[in-house]
């Protein structure tokens, strides 16, 4: 990525822009240590936000949620951004023309979606009707792996965060997306016989949320008395009022719910990902409700990618904790980290860091946890 800051050139390691130490293990991205993020939040968070705003302005992107008087209101997340006639929202995709208000993200959405064989590379894969047979014969087809069945991915070019180690940041560039926009007729027609399951990631789903859940619905009809599971990949700052529908969905599909908690410290979270985590908590404590529903195959399943330096030990057994004390039971994923975007300078998690965290997230008292993306592990 283009994006480069001060402290991420040369072999030495980097030095911390507010307290002067070098920053042993990991990356210069962010310029300011973690200690600094969380202890010296009013020191850090210029140089942080100047990295956020560079890394948005590149793509054109607004460098905060709007706030226009007397402009459209858009509700789907926690920005509430207020947009005039010219503007664009901070996800990249509701604008403030009254046409496309209604439209964009609704009846039309940005949207990519490709066919994975079953088992693929999901981050709930491990405790999945697809990828086990949790559920059988209700939610699967088979009381092991779906072999021979198809995950249709629905790929939403539109994010409300702004993770500076996105790993599917080129959605971002204008005009060089291979998704484009398409009704949610042309989405539904995409199933197939052998489509046993719809994920919704990006991106994120959150800002073209009303399409897809339309898109859901319609599936749902046509496919009616098959299964076909919904899932959703998210980080889980929609406003509350859309998070129901979603796990309905799940709920009665079989499918689940997949967030990602990117930090349990607010500071950190925001260095990250441009904004706090505190809608996102909020809302998994409302889904961890709905997951006691049906325990098999989980609705529910949590993720946190070991960002190092940023994301370690104490950061997982803060969120492991949280998870836990709404049940031990729902699954936990630990991704490990590769370097992405504007911390294409970090090295990839190593395997002490993996094995603390694992360690970390059972003593919280979660008996589900397992580590992902282990080829990245150093």
Request: charged letters at 20%.
């Amino acid at each position: 990525m283009l994006i480069k800051g001060p402290g991420r050139s040369g072999s030495a390691a980097p030095v911390c822009l507010v307290c002067g130490k070098q920053m042993t293990g990991i990356g210069g991205g962010l310029e300011v240590c973690p200690e600094c993020i969380k202890d010296r939040w009013e020191e850090s968070r210029e140089r942080v936000l100047a990295i956020h705003s560079r890394s948005r302005k590149v793509f054109d992107l607004p460098i905060v949620p709007p706030r226009a008087e007397g402009g459209l209101s858009c509700n789907l997340c926690l920005h509430e951004c207020r947009m005039g006639r010219e503007d664009i929202g901070y996800c990249g995709v509701r604008t403030g023309d009254r046409a496309a208000f209604r439209r964009d993200g609704r009846s039309m959405a940005r949207v990519s979606c490709y066919y994975d064989p079953l088992p693929t590379n999901c981050v709930a894969d491990w405790v999945c009707p697809g990828g086990t047979g949790a559920g059988y014969p209700r939610f699967a087809h088979d009381c092991g792996t779906e072999v021979g069945f198809y995950n249709l991915a629905v790929f939403f070019e539109g994010c409300n965060f702004n993770c500076l180690y996105c790993q599917n940041w080129s959605f971002k560039k204008t005009g060089v997306s291979p998704g484009a926009w398409r009704s949610v007729d042309s989405l539904v027609q995409e199933v197939s016989g052998e489509t046993s399951c719809v994920c919704f990631f990006g991106g994120d789903p959150i800002p073209q949320l009303p399409y897809a859940l339309r898109a859901a619905e319609a599936m749902k009809r046509c496919c009616a008395g098959r299964i076909l599971r919904f899932c959703w990949e998210t980080n889980l700052s929609m406003h509350p009022a859309w998070l129901k529908p979603m796990a309905r969905l799940s709920l009665e599909s079989g499918g689940c719910i997949k967030a990602d908690i990117k930090a349990w410290n607010q500071r950190i979270h925001e260095a990250l990902c441009g904004c706090d985590n505190r809608r996102v908590l909020d809302n998994f404590s409302r889904a961890a409700e709905w997951a006691s529903l049906r325990l098999e195959p989980p609705l529910l399943v949590a993720s946190t990618v070991l960002v190092p330096g940023y994301v370690g030990e104490e950061e997982v057994y803060r969120i492991a904790s949280f998870i836990a004390g709404h049940s031990p039971d729902i699954p936990y994923a630990l991704l490990a980290f590769a370097p992405h975007f504007c911390l294409e300078d970090f090295p990839t998690t190593s395997r002490n860091q993996a094995e603390a965290c694992l360690n970390a997230a059972k003593e919280a008292g979660l008996r589900r946890v397992r580590l992902g993306n282990r080829h990245l592990i150093h």
